[in-house]
């Protein structure tokens, strides 16, 4: 029989709340939610997108001393506020045979990007000559990965997941996958993305894809998406570890799926989406209506939410239409990199508390999006079985299924 | 020049827990606890600080410079500051 993999810990900041409890309140309410908003962080008179999902009350300064702070870009803050918050929920502390079994596995999309746009700035704009020593270990995407492992002293299999928008799941299956095999017994998952910067929101702004109001995922008036910033951590463990060491345990890890559309570099395949799901199905051995929930990619883009309904129209068949399926992306905006594993504690949390959260800002009905997106309200129900999606620019695509023990 | 050795021994305060005395100037870095990684980041701090430009380490030898010691870095910056102002 497989190694068994659960989640003992959980931590997360983002615009939806700065801690778990917080992001409970936030995405889990049917009250619409000051998340999405307009930008503050920078300047944005010349972009078309005004709005972003930002961490609100945030000072660095409240967490991390000036001598931290040289060495951490804003991504990597986040990515330690929210492993800080799931190693403290778990309980776990790491001794010189525990620390060697034990790995960290956390994806972003971009990395550094505050840290690479104010060197530019410093080069281009303002003449400088010389740049901060610290500029290059900050601005990499496996900065977040290095500084998690050194602070806790972890020392088995690490490193960075990047996959666009699927970082985070890819990075929860890398460690899924690693635990059954018996490599580690413990993993530090997630992913982290602060790009809510002048010169990312310029390349964002010429796709076409960005709301200038909210985000409306499977609403026939959407505008797009949202861009959010922040991270999310899991503490995944062997069954037999945590029951071992008599830890609180939130959910198992029961399917994991992963495909490639091979298709395009930003339009999605029903295709891809489709395979990824029934894999995911597949490795947990559970028919389609064992699965009560569902946590859609949902990004608000005409492209994304018309695919997805199609495959999952595939993938569930009849049961299709009485799966309890949200986007929560109305609530936290699309963090890239940690929307994965921030979509993956709201699904998470659907198990715990038995409660399917909303989509929210939903106002008309799309023709070709006809399930039950569990629009503006969020509901109570008996849930078992939840799934994750997540479906990356250029079809990367990672579904997840966590299973109530 | 008693302006840029307080100035000098200011930032490099903030690299070390040791106290900086009279005697610190001749002891090498080791003795100090500043590391290769805190001496880079210390030669940007008085690059910016003072607006020079400190050579690599080879050029540095080359020219008759060492960098061993806080005293080392006072003839640095003294001679690169007089070397701008001319």
């Known amino acids: ?405 | 020049m008693e302006n840029k050795i307080s100035t000098i021994v200011d930032i490099l305060s903030e690299y070390t827990s040791t106290p900086i005395t009279e005697q610190s100037f001749q002891e090498s870095f080791d003795t100090l606890n500043i590391d290769s990684l805190a001496l880079v980041e210390i030669i940007f701090d008085l690059e910016e600080q003072f607006d020079i430009s400190i050579p690599n380490e080879s050029e540095l030898t080359a020219k008759g410079f060492n960098f061993t010691c806080i005293n080392d870095i006072v003839d640095l910056v003294e001679s690169l500051v007089t070397k701008k102002a001319l």
């Open chain 1, 1 to 405: 029989m497989r190694t068994r993999v659960v989640v003992t810990g959980m931590g997360c900041i983002s615009a939806a709340g700065n801690n778990i409890d917080e992001f409970y309140e936030t995405v889990f309410s049917s009250k619409t939610s000051n998340s999405i908003a307009p930008i503050t962080s920078f300047d944005c008179q010349n972009l078309s997108t005004k709005i972003a999902a930002e961490v609100k009350n945030y000072q660095a300064s409240a967490h991390f001393t000036p001598k931290e702070l040289k060495q951490l870009d804003r991504f990597a803050q986040f990515a330690l506020l929210a492993s800080q918050e799931a190693i403290d929920d778990a309980n776990i502390t790491f001794n010189d045979a525990t620390a060697k079994r034990t790995g960290v596995i956390h994806g972003t999309s971009i990395g550094g990007q505050a840290t690479i746009e104010h060197s530019y700035q410093q080069f281009h704009l303002e003449g400088k000559t010389r740049a901060h020593p610290f500029t290059v270990p900050k601005l990499l995407p496996s900065a977040a990965t290095s500084q998690i492992a050194m602070r806790y002293g972890i020392k088995g299999p690490s490193f960075c997941t990047s996959s666009a928008c699927s970082s985070s799941g890819h990075a929860i299956a890398m460690a899924t996958m690693m635990i059954r095999s018996n490599m580690i017994d413990t993993a530090i998952v997630g992913g982290a993305e602060a790009c809510i910067t002048q010169g990312n929101f310029y390349a964002w702004d010429s796709l076409r894809v960005l709301a200038s109001d909210t985000c409306r995922p499977f609403s026939a008036d959407r505008g797009g998406l949202v861009i959010g910033e922040g991270a999310g951590t899991l503490v995944l463990e062997s069954l037999k570890s945590a029951n071992q060491r008599g830890a609180k345990i939130y959910a198992e890890v029961t399917g994991i799926g992963m495909s490639s559309d091979a298709h395009n570099i930003v339009q999605p395949l029903c295709e891809g989406a489709e395979l990824a799901m029934n894999l995911a199905l597949q490795d947990a051995s559970f028919s389609p209506d064992e699965v009560q929930y569902l946590n859609a990619h949902g990004s608000g883009t005409i492209q994304n939410d018309q695919t997805e309904t199609q495959a999952i129209h595939r993938v569930f068949n009849e049961y299709a239409q009485r799966l309890k399926i949200s986007s929560t992306k109305s609530s936290h905006g699309h963090v890239l990199g940690a929307g994965s594993v921030i979509e993956s504690i709201a699904t998470l949390i659907a198990l715990q508390k038995q409660q399917v959260p909303p989509t929210k800002n939903f106002t008309t009905i799309d023709a070709a999006c006809d399930l039950d997106y569990t629009v503006n309200k969020f509901i109570n129900t008996p849930i078992q079985h939840a799934m994750c999606n997540s479906f990356a620019f250029g079809g990367l695509n990672v579904s997840l299924i966590f299973s109530a023990i």
